[in-house]
Protein backbone atom coordinates (compact mmCIF):
# COMPACT_ATOMS: atom_id res chain seq x y z
CA UNK A 1 0.00 0.00 0.00
CA UNK A 2 2.95 2.39 0.84
CA UNK A 3 4.32 1.58 -2.38
CA UNK A 4 1.27 2.34 -3.91
CA UNK A 5 1.65 6.17 -2.21
CA UNK A 6 4.57 6.98 -3.59
CA UNK A 7 3.90 6.06 -6.88
CA UNK A 8 1.62 8.97 -7.47
CA UNK A 9 3.58 11.47 -5.97
CA UNK A 10 5.88 12.74 -8.95
CA UNK A 11 9.65 13.27 -8.44
CA UNK A 12 10.14 16.99 -8.82
CA UNK A 13 13.00 18.51 -10.97
CA UNK A 14 13.91 22.09 -10.53
CA UNK A 15 15.31 24.17 -13.27
CA UNK A 16 16.39 28.04 -13.33
CA UNK A 17 17.34 28.78 -16.87
CA UNK A 18 18.03 27.85 -20.46
CA UNK A 19 21.52 26.80 -20.64
CA UNK A 20 24.93 25.37 -22.72
CA UNK A 21 25.20 21.66 -21.95
CA UNK A 22 28.17 20.77 -19.75
CA UNK A 23 31.06 18.50 -20.60
CA UNK A 24 29.74 16.14 -17.99
CA UNK A 25 26.19 15.41 -19.59
CA UNK A 26 27.72 15.97 -22.84
CA UNK A 27 29.52 12.56 -22.41
CA UNK A 28 26.70 10.83 -21.25
CA UNK A 29 24.98 11.59 -25.03
CA UNK A 30 25.28 8.80 -27.93
CA UNK A 31 27.22 9.87 -31.04
CA UNK A 32 24.14 10.27 -32.75
CA UNK A 33 22.15 12.37 -30.12
CA UNK A 34 22.28 16.12 -30.47
CA UNK A 35 21.29 18.51 -27.82
CA UNK A 36 17.77 20.61 -28.67
CA UNK A 37 17.28 22.46 -25.69
CA UNK A 38 19.40 22.39 -21.96
CA UNK A 39 18.71 23.85 -18.51
CA UNK A 40 20.27 24.41 -15.58
CA UNK A 41 19.76 24.70 -11.97
CA UNK A 42 22.41 25.72 -9.43
CA UNK A 43 23.59 22.06 -9.22
CA UNK A 44 21.16 20.18 -11.63
CA UNK A 45 20.57 19.95 -15.30
CA UNK A 46 18.35 18.50 -18.18
CA UNK A 47 19.04 18.07 -21.97
CA UNK A 48 16.34 17.09 -24.03
CA UNK A 49 17.74 15.60 -27.58
CA UNK A 50 15.98 13.85 -30.36
CA UNK A 51 15.62 10.74 -28.59
CA UNK A 52 15.19 11.18 -24.83
CA UNK A 53 14.95 13.76 -21.92
CA UNK A 54 18.24 13.23 -19.29
CA UNK A 55 18.41 14.64 -16.14
CA UNK A 56 21.73 14.71 -14.07
CA UNK A 57 20.51 14.90 -10.63
CA UNK A 58 23.80 16.00 -8.13
CA UNK A 59 23.37 14.16 -4.56
CA UNK A 60 25.51 15.24 -1.53
CA UNK A 61 26.58 17.96 -0.28
CA UNK A 62 29.08 18.63 -3.06
CA UNK A 63 27.25 17.27 -5.40
CA UNK A 64 30.10 15.20 -6.55
CA UNK A 65 27.77 12.09 -6.66
CA UNK A 66 25.61 12.69 -9.94
CA UNK A 67 22.61 10.30 -10.56
CA UNK A 68 20.96 10.25 -14.70
CA UNK A 69 18.07 9.96 -15.10
CA UNK A 70 17.07 8.95 -18.54
CA UNK A 71 13.47 9.27 -20.35
CA UNK A 72 12.98 8.03 -23.48
CA UNK A 73 10.09 9.76 -25.29
CA UNK A 74 8.91 6.42 -26.41
CA UNK A 75 7.83 5.85 -22.38
CA UNK A 76 5.87 8.64 -22.00
CA UNK A 77 1.96 7.79 -21.62
CA UNK A 78 1.23 11.35 -20.75
CA UNK A 79 1.73 14.85 -20.50
CA UNK A 80 1.05 18.66 -19.44
CA UNK A 81 2.41 21.83 -19.52
CA UNK A 82 2.00 24.40 -17.24
CA UNK A 83 3.12 27.67 -18.62
CA UNK A 84 4.07 30.73 -16.89
CA UNK A 85 1.19 33.29 -16.18
CA UNK A 86 -0.31 36.06 -14.00
CA UNK A 87 0.78 35.88 -10.78
CA UNK A 88 2.51 32.11 -11.14
CA UNK A 89 6.38 31.78 -10.04
CA UNK A 90 7.14 28.55 -12.62
CA UNK A 91 5.84 26.94 -14.95
CA UNK A 92 6.11 22.91 -14.86
CA UNK A 93 6.27 19.75 -17.52
CA UNK A 94 4.74 16.75 -16.00
CA UNK A 95 5.24 13.73 -17.56
CA UNK A 96 3.63 10.55 -16.89
CA UNK A 97 5.33 7.54 -17.65
CA UNK A 98 4.74 3.42 -18.07
CA UNK A 99 4.55 1.74 -14.64
CA UNK A 100 2.08 4.65 -13.24
CA UNK A 101 5.97 6.67 -12.77
CA UNK A 102 5.25 10.67 -12.81
CA UNK A 103 8.05 13.18 -13.29
CA UNK A 104 7.60 16.73 -12.60
CA UNK A 105 10.18 19.71 -14.65
CA UNK A 106 9.68 22.82 -12.46
CA UNK A 107 11.00 25.92 -14.00
CA UNK A 108 11.16 28.96 -12.44
CA UNK A 109 9.62 32.29 -13.41
CA UNK A 110 12.10 34.52 -15.70
CA UNK A 111 11.73 36.52 -18.76
CA UNK A 112 13.02 34.18 -20.60
CA UNK A 113 11.83 30.62 -19.44
CA UNK A 114 8.82 31.47 -20.94
CA UNK A 115 9.66 30.98 -24.75
CA UNK A 116 12.35 28.46 -23.50
CA UNK A 117 8.75 26.43 -22.16
CA UNK A 118 7.35 26.51 -25.31
CA UNK A 119 10.47 25.52 -27.08
CA UNK A 120 10.37 22.38 -24.77
CA UNK A 121 6.76 21.88 -25.03
CA UNK A 122 7.37 21.84 -28.84
CA UNK A 123 10.38 19.31 -29.06
CA UNK A 124 8.32 16.89 -26.56
CA UNK A 125 4.85 16.75 -28.98
CA UNK A 126 7.71 16.56 -32.18
CA UNK A 127 8.97 13.55 -30.48
CA UNK A 128 5.69 11.56 -28.72
CA UNK A 129 3.42 12.94 -31.38
CA UNK A 130 4.27 13.36 -34.44
CA UNK A 131 6.82 10.66 -34.28
CA UNK A 132 4.36 7.62 -33.01
Known sequence: MILKYWRLKPTIYFFLNESEPSDI??????????PLICY????????????????ADRKGIFGKKIR??????????????GMVGGFDLDAEILLNLRGNIKIQLRFLRSKEIK??????????TSFFICRN
Not at 68 to 81: A, D
Open 25 to 34: IREKLCNSEN
Open 40 to 55: SSVRDEMVMTEKRILI
Open 68 to 81: YISIPYNSITFYKV
Open 115 to 124: DSIHKAYEII
